[in-house]
């Protein structure tokens, strides 16, 4: 009741934050335009991409520890030991890592770098989580749009993440007790994602990347059930199947959408560039990896996993975070993720086509 208190003390306070943030928005707006704009990052999608969208009393991981133990330091909302996705591709282009939407307003002086509107656990479609799907999280940006928060020279210099790394998959036979996915989903999946692709061009963005699905059959999700030894051919096949339909698709969406106007539309594939550390991880200075870094100490627990009456932890991490490529059943570590960076950076010019 106390903390209730003096959480609605702090509401009167907390609108004024808000109600002023939204005025200096459009006012910063056309101050910035004047000048030269700078590049803007906006993301969408899960927690491949999440820098701290989902809540932090949510059930999932993100905001427990050991999660953030190597960047920031502490749990604050990355589904990893440290940086992500984003993170890498902001460092890339440049910019800040953007803000997550759900802090915009405590924050407003980093809204010109954009905002990551991505949450973990979510998909093109709704799934286990609560949190908003692809659309509503394109509803969001398009609101700021209209409210003139950026204007349409930032939008033209601005790129977008677009991470969708099989929640609706795993929600999808969750859901049906399913061992197999139907092509007809697997259709339904992409034609959102292109859609959503579509979306986000339509408002403005002249260079997206969008990330190809990761061999999902070498996740230690799957791995665990040969004690970390080996992919599962099954599942990687059903990943390179949605990734040639992604692709499919936009090129398709290229040829009808953009008539050379210079736009980019990318695909990040991350099918590829996890396959090329896994299979060679000392090239990257990993020396774990298949084993994940933090593990429930047994199948009931995971990372990050407390006993709820004696607050005993239980969940172990390994000695050394920086040589593990997986953090989690699904995430990668900060090192994973710098190796598929640099993959990305060094085997393909996609990145390139993003400046
Ligand atoms: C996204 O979520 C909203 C709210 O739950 C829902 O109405 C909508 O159908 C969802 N969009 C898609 C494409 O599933
Ligand atoms: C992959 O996993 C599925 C589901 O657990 C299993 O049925 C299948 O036999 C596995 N395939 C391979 C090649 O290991
Ligand atoms: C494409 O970029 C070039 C070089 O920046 C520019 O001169 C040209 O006007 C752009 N074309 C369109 C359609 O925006």
Redesign the pocket.
Known sequence: MASLHRLLSLVPLLLLIILSAQNLGSLEAEARNVKNPTKLLFAFGDSYADTGNVRRDAVASSWKQPYGITFPGKPAGRFSNGRVLTDFLAKYLGVRSPVPYRMRNLMPQYMKYGINFAYGGTG???TFSADP?M??QIDFFQALIRDKVYSSAELRNSVALVSVAGNDYSFYLQRNGATEVTPKFMASVVK?TVKNVARIHALGVKKIAVSGLQPVGCLPKTTALSSFSQCNSTFNDFATRHNNLLRRGLVKLKQQETNNDNSSIVILDLYDSFMSVLNHPSSYKIKNHFKPCCVGLSSQYACGSVDDKSMVKKYRVCNDPKSAFFWDLVHPTQSGWHAVYSNLRATSNVLQQLH
Request: proline residues 0%.
């Open positions: 093109v479609f709704n799907n659309t509503l959102q």
